[in-house]
């Protein structure tokens, strides 16, 4: 037991019957803990000791680091908190005080720091009614269910201190109108049960952690009474004396305060007393509460029940000795993301924010075998080489649901899911910073397919261009550039990563996500329209309507099935082609050939062909190959025609030889032949033995 004297001064008056905890007196007059009613438990992130105590039936201060509600508050990862937002809940740190020997210690107890008392009792309030929203869900009422039946299952509690930044005001006399640091034993399990247990004794967890007015006290005046040890004694009286006075009523449901309150009078409460490693004293309580809501669907929304998955992944990180205490503070969104080892002073927001997703993405989706092996017992996973669809959703949905602390508002987690089964052993970033990534993303086929792979989704969803598919849309409508109202069709996050991969081209797909990142870093207002040169439009705001205009979604799904047996299909025409010079160079059915189906084979044997879905797994193989090859010098005939065509027109003193509409038809072609290339590795990949 390593509890800071104060926090013991504040649980003791709500203790009941502490002498049933206790044993006789030893030699030097000393009393324990008696073996029953102290309990060691063990967690992913640490240990952590327990006393199983009985308590007053308003004990207990409702948490606003409850991981249910966690999303109604800016997170401090965040990189615009600060700047005038709201809902910013303090971190919490380990408690750390002087000891007897006068030097400084951490201890079994936590802390945070508010402004003032008003922020305190602010975030006591706007808790509180997040938590009676969440709890609508529950298809029972619970406050009555405690009426009736009483408490069941026991609350768990950890000591926390909370400082205020501001000095306390002064009464005429020089003296504080009230404390400058408050103790209260914080639900970490049961907060709806402190809550509506608070709810029948008609007090709130503001009034139990910094003071309850006199009047609920039976007292006149206005005074705040701060001391639990008066406050409690005086509410005691009150509701003993209601006791007495109120008509025994056998349905306790309309009875008096008191009569509702007997069955919770006392219940029986655990509280966190020690632990051998007080610097995670706060991931170890909160480990310990995620199991009973996390996998249930009880309570947690899709948001926070992945985050709270999350935490639990760096909890055990952390726990392991596999990342340090800051790093999972920050990527946990418990910290900013300027503590973040790599952050730079000259990264701005966007940097910021993506410095952090993408060491999420790496941690939730680790190379390393021995981060794999901790996320599967973290996540009760499947081994990594049966690791289904599912379980890889789940992490992207996490990995997803924690990037979005780092912007304003959150968005649905789904949004996450645009993974294959080929990350099953973990994805390998190129490790360049973002900057260097947009500058080159125009002819870097790598740093393009970064952006778009790991970070397009992401800051599109946080300007509401686009959302998580959630079946029809047909009934849903948006508005267009021109004020009209107009249905949306459905669409997937993975079909709009595709069209902005090969629908329009490179150069206007980069100039979206340097719209996007421009509005991060201009206060997350809203980004503008690019034209086909990928610059910016000021003043035209990128819409939901915008993007599926020009991005549409008819040209950007994923790759099209085609016939075992396909027809030739015809050479691209080029209509209304302009009168001029031609060079002699048929470029676009040279490059319609590139892509272009192969024409029906067939395989002799005696004088009966062999039709294509009687072909062995071999032969597919053998001419899987055939193709590439082809591919491959096809590909470098088409580059060397190009180069041709250009020394050529240089020769000639023409420079632009080529009609904007001829090249607009074979460019598109050749992108949406890049597109198609680009699904093959990893669809071969899936049919390919382990290494």
């Given amino acids: 037991m390593n509890l800071p004297r104060g926090a013991l001064e504040n649980i003791a008056p709500f203790i009941v019957d502490p002498e049933d905890t206790l044993s006789e007196a030893d030699g030097n007059g000393v009393r324990r803990l008696k073996g029953s009613a102290v309990r060691r438990v063990r967690t992913d992130a640490g240990d952590m000791v327990v006393a199983l105590v009985r308590t007053h039936g308003v004990a207990g201060v409702q948490w606003g680091h409850n991981e249910r509600i966690s999303s109604i508050w800016r997170s401090m990862a965040d990189p615009t908190v600060g700047h005038n937002t709201e809902r910013t809940l303090a971190p919490v740190r380990p408690w750390k005080g002087v000891v007897g020997d006068g030097s400084e210690t951490y201890l079994a107890a936590l802390e945070s720091v508010v402004p003032n008392r008003h922020a305190l009792m602010m975030n006591a309030e706007d808790a509180a009614n997040a938590l009676m929203r969440v709890d609508r869900v529950r298809p029972y009422d ?110 306790p449901t309309n009875a008096s305060r008191a009569r509702r309150a007997a069955a919770i009078a006392v ?80 990264m701005g927001v966007s940097e910021l924010r993506d410095l952090r997703s993408m060491e999420l993405l790496l941690q939730l989706f680790p190379a390393d075998a021995h981060r794999r092996y901790l996320l599967r017992r973290a996540l009760s996973e499947n081994p990594p080489s049966q690791l289904s669809k599912a379980e890889i959703d789940q992490r992207a949905r996490t990995w997803s649901a924690l990037t979005s602390e780092s912007y304003p508002q959150p968005w649905n987690p789904r949004i996450g899911q645009v993974f294959g089964l080929k990350v099953r052993e973990g994805i390998v970033l190129s490790g360049r910073r973002l900057p260097d990534l947009l500058a080159t993303a125009d002819t870097d086929d790598a740093a393009f397919e970064e952006l778009v792979a790991y970070r397009a989704a992401h800051w599109l969803a946080s300007f509401g261009i686009i959302e998580a598919d959630r079946g029809s849309l047909d009934g849903q409508e948006m508005v267009g550039d021109t004020g009209e109202r107009m249905r949306r069709s459905r669409r997937s996050v993975t079909n709009s990563l595709q069209a902005l991969r090969h629908e329009k081209s490179r150069v206007m797909a980069v100039g979206v996500l340097k719209a996007l990142v421009a509005a991060m870093d201009d206060g997350d207002r809203r980004p503008w329209q690019v034209g086909v040169s990928g610059k910016e439009m000021p003043g035209r705001e990128m819409t939901p309507f915008w993007f599926d205009r020009e991005f549409p979604k008819e040209n950007g799904t994923g790759r099209r099935k085609t016939s075992m047996t396909p027809r030739p299909a015809p050479a691209p025409s080029a209509p209304n082609v302009p009168p001029g010079p031609a060079p002699g160079l048929a470029l676009a059915p040279i490059l319609a050939s590139a892509h272009r189906p192969p024409p029906p084979e067939t395989e002799a044997v005696g004088k ?28 470098a005939e088409a580059g060397d025609l190009l180069e041709e065509l250009k020394r050529q027109a240089g020769v000639a003193a023409q420079p632009r030889p080529i009609g904007r509409q001829r090249t607009d038809v074979t460019v598109r072609l050749l992108h949406q032949t890049l597109s198609r290339l680009r699904q093959l590795p990893e669809l071969m990949e899936d049919m390919t033995e382990p290494a």
Wanted: hydrophobic fraction near 35%; proline fraction near 7%; charged fraction near 30%.
């Fill in 142 to 251: 619970l406050e009555e269910d405690l009426v009736l039946n009483g408490q069941q299952d026991p609350a768990m509690y950890v000591p926390q201190q909370v400082r205020l930044e501001e000095e306390p005001e002064k009464d005429s006399d020089g003296n504080p109108l009230y404390p400058a640091a408050y103790w209260g034993w914080m639900a970490v399990r049961g907060n709806n049960r402190t809550q509506k247990r608070q709810s029948i004794f008609r007090l709130s967890s503001g009034e139990v952690l910094a003071g309850v007015a006199a009047e609920k006290l039976g007292r006149d005046g206005d005074d705040i009474v701060f001391d639990p040890h008066v406050w409690l004694t005086e509410f005691s009286t009150l509701l003993n004396k209601e006791y007495t006075e109120a008509p025994d009523d056998l349905d």
């Fill in 267 to 346: 219940v029986e409460s655990h509280l966190v007393i020690g632990t051998p490693t007080p610097q995670r004293l706060f991931r170890i309580v909160q480990m310990n509460n995620r199991r009973d809501h996390v996998h249930p669907p009880l309570e947690f929304d899709p948001i926070n029940r992945s985050r709270a998955l999350g935490r639990s992944v760096l909890g055990m990180y952390v726990a392991r000795g596999v990342m340090d205490e800051k790093t999972a503070e920050v990527l946990s969104g418990f910290a900013p993301i300027r503590e973040l080892a790599g952050a730079t002073p000259e």
């Fill in 608 to 635: 009966e062909p062999v039709e294509a879905d009687e072909l062995t797994v071999d032969t597919l193989l053998t001419r899987v190959e055939d193709r590439i090859r082809r591919l491959h010098d096809t590909s």
